[in-house]
């Protein structure tokens, strides 16, 4: 089923002004809705409650409860009857309460959601998103701050996105749900209602392209990459590093499957150095991926290593200790002055 | 439940309770009374010895069931069972990689299949080579997942029957969801109402999909049969490890009917399953049926069946063969001839021949096909591995290395 195209003549909002993260998701929900009735938001505390974290607040009411689903407290209950809905026709948006919930509903993830599209020789197509509200720093307990996208970028017939600010959430959100594919899609909880990420949401511009990375910063000392709310970091350490004199180029990755690195190798090959920076834990995961392709395709433009400042290698920490498992500034421009000094 | 306490709950005694391998002799006679036995509540329209039973309440979904219909339920058993052993022989001569034997299983199969109409939606696991064929699947399309050169080939939309699930339990929830998408579209309700029908073992009712399927087509409303085929046997494991309670009974837990036929009786389970589809077309579903029949092969080609299950078992099924009771009816009843038996025996036997011959030259599958459809829309990193994988092919081409 081609996904139907947003006629923007349509649109009931002309202009919306500064919308934080969390604002921008549930607009880009409310907009996909409105244009396909195909379009269905499933998943834990969803309807009434608007979610958790409020972002598919108010959908129910103007959509109905066969549109915003409430279902039963089971990831794999939802994502499984997700498949069956797709297969039906629909284009179901799941909402997986919290990143470390989302296992339950791994084996639905990995054998279905997956595998279908090419168990099937294209004849079924699998166009579900998969939203996973992602990553730490909001004090919580275990399970609710982990980042475990490697996992799905790993599984071949899944694509994996991540937004950073409110402008990418709007149109992410509504390009992932027009997509054929199954897509997780990756919110930056921290910031959901934050004013750092906040930006002004035109539904009148052109977005950039769902499975493109984008140079946010142009720079020539070292080039950073990141995705999610590690971006926020990058940029912040970018704009510190000019106090030193340096100028570091910040690439938002956007897209974690299919990985869009052409514009990061064409900054290693000026700026010679490379630091990556996420939340996860380092071990088998994007930013080792990053590092290995880096180092085929610019062998001979890099002056130094590839540096990696991630999560570690341990289960999430208690709340108290995050600060030190996070990536941070500091952290950060360690590793740009070690990548410098190489 | 038929089993007595020692089965269903294992005391400690010499070495383990119920070590598959050396079944004890109460074991042995605990677990043919727990096979043979379908239990007072068992629906029942054609005995092991083909008398015809009524049943007030289930006669009437087979009462347009003429002599050609019972005629056409035999042929369909006895082909479907021919291309099942052919299946086995092409496995054991190598021609297969494995396969999943039906034996047994014909009249839950096609009885089932038969009660759904070309509108209702089928999502299989992977013994249900009697329901494709009632949804018009030929069993050569079934092959390729056996042989290896692809994972289904028929198309699931036309056919309304799914890829089949091989990862146990899964196809329920999908299911589920399928049968709630044709609540929400409004395709339930009356005589022409849609349903579904999900097919899943004995063993999967262990799986949390299955719960999860139940609980979730119960409050959705789903107009979803659940079609248990309870075979007494997940590979080793007899049907007391999943459960200490008969399977159909489980649904009351969950707020819908539940239902045990006798999965060797084919107007039985087609009675029974027209009566579930109905009920879903009109709203009331969904409802379980647990077929109660018996896996009178192994597993797969790959299993030792004599490792955990005495023949003294499958001899005591093999009187209650769903196929003989109802050539026994038809021959009592003068419904069919010598000439018709041969005629089915001869579109069977050609079926095979068919199905070997196919089997036999099927193609190698292009090696770049690994590659296709694994994305809907191009993902330019797998094309890129494509590309290099062919180039390196290339380097091959048109001589020795």
């Given at each position: 089923m081609a996904a139907p195209v947003i006629d923007k003549s349509e649109r009931t909002v002309a202009t919306v002004g500064s919308l934080t993260l969390g604002k921008a998701l549930n607009l880009g929900l409310r907009t996909a809705m409105e244009a396909d009735p195909k379009v269905i938001v499933m998943g834990e505390d969803v309807g009434k409650l608007g979610g958790v974290f409020r972002i598919t607040d108010g959908l129910q009411k103007d959509f109905g409860e066969h549109r915003v689903l409430d279902t039963p407290l089971a990831e794999s209950g939802i994502i499984g009857t997700a498949v069956g809905l797709a297969v039906r026709g629909f284009r179901p948006v799941c909402e997986i309460q919290f990143d470390g919930f989302i296992f339950p509903g791994f084996d639905q993830i990995v054998s279905q959601v997956a595998k279908l599209h090419a168990r099937t020789m294209g004849r079924v197509k699998v166009p579900l998103v998969i939203r996973v509200p992602f990553g730490g720093g909001i004090g919580a307990v275990e399970h609710h701050s982990e980042s475990p996208e490697s996992y799905f970028a790993h599984t071949a017939g899944l694509k994996v996105v991540s937004c950073s600010n409110a402008v990418d959430a709007y149109w992410m959100i509504q390009q992932a749900i027009q997509c054929d594919d199954p897509v997780l899609f990756f919110e930056p909880k921290r910031y959901y209602h934050s004013g750092f990420m906040k930006a002004e949401v035109d539904p009148g511009a052109t977005p950039a392209p769902l499975f493109a990375s984008r140079v946010l910063r142009a720079g020539n000392t070292a080039t950073l990459v990141a995705y999610g709310p590690s971006v926020k970091v990058a940029l912040d350490a970018a704009t510190a590093a000019e106090e030193d004199g340096h100028s570091l180029e910040v690439i938002d990755l956007r897209s974690l499957s299919p990985l869009d690195l052409g514009p990061v190798f064409d900054s290693v090959r000026r700026t010679g150095r490379l630091v990556v920076v996420s939340e996860a834990p380092s071990e088998s995961s994007i930013t080792s991926e990053i590092a290995a392709r880096v180092q085929q395709e610019c062998f001979y433009s890099l002056e130094a290593p590839v540096l990696r400042v991630t999560g570690?290698?341990?289960?999430?920490?208690?709340a108290k200790l995050e600060e030190h498992f996070l990536p941070d500034l500091d952290r950060v421009l360690d590793a740009v002055d070690r990548s410098l000094a190489w | 439940m038929s089993s007595p306490e020692q089965w269903t709950h294992p005391e400690p005694r010499e070495g383990p309770a119920a070590t598959a391998a050396a079944p004890t002799s109460e074991q042995v006679i605990a677990g043919l009374r727990a096979t043979s036995e379908g239990g007072p509540e068992l629906v029942q329209l054609l005995t092991p010895e083909g008398e015809r039973v009524e049943n007030p309440e289930f006669d009437q979904y087979v009462a347009d069931v003429t002599a050609q219909d019972l005629r056409s339920l035999y042929r369909d058993m006895v082909l479907v069972r021919r291309a099942d052993r052919e299946g086995n022989a092409l496995q054991r001569q190598g021609q297969l990689g494995i396969w999943v034997p039906l034996l047994g299983q014909e009249a839950a199969q096609i009885g089932a299949g038969r009660a759904m109409r070309p509108t209702d939606m089928a999502f299989p696991s992977y013994r249900e080579h009697g329901v494709a064929w009632c949804r018009g699947i030929d069993p050569k399309d079934l092959l390729g997942i056996f042989r290896g050169t692809d994972h289904g080939s028929w198309d699931s939309t036309e056919k309304r029957f799914h890829p089949y699930t091989i990862v146990i339990g899964n196809q329920v929830l999908n299911a589920a969801g399928y049968a709630m998408g044709q609540r929400f579209e409004g395709k339930v309700g009356d005589d022409d109402g849609e349903a579904t029908m999900v097919f899943f073992g004995d063993g999967a009712t262990s799986q949390g999909d299955v719960h999860e399927g139940f609980v979730w087509a119960a409050v959705y409303d789903a107009p979803l049969v659940f079609f248990c085929q309870n075979n007494q046997w997940a590979i080793s494991e007899p049907t007391e490890r999943q459960s200490r309670l008969p399977l159909y009974q489980r649904a009351r837990g969950y707020g819908f009917p539940g239902i045990r036929v006798d999965g060797n009786d084919v107007l039985a389970t087609l009675a029974v399953t027209r009566w579930a589809l109905d009920q879903c077309r009109h709203g009331n579903g969904p409802v379980l049926i647990e077929a109660f029949t018996y896996r009178m092969d192994a597993h797969t080609t790959t299993d030792d069946p004599t490792r955990y299950r005495h023949s003294d078992e499958l001899e005591a099924w093999k009187l209650k063969d769903p196929i003989e009771r109802v050539r026994v009816n038809l021959v009592r009843h003068g419904d069919a001839d010598q000439d018709f038996f041969d005629s089915v025996q001869a579109d069977a036997d050609a079926l095979a021949a068919d199905l070997r011959e196919f089997c036999f030259n099927m193609p190698q599958p292009p090696t770049e096909q690994m590659f296709d459809h694994v994305y809907a829309e191009a993902s330019p990193f797998l094309d890129a591995q494509r590309d290099e994988f062919l180039a390196y092919h290339a380097e091959f081409a048109g001589g020795e290395h």
């Open positions: 570690f290698d341990t289960p999430y920490p208690p | -």
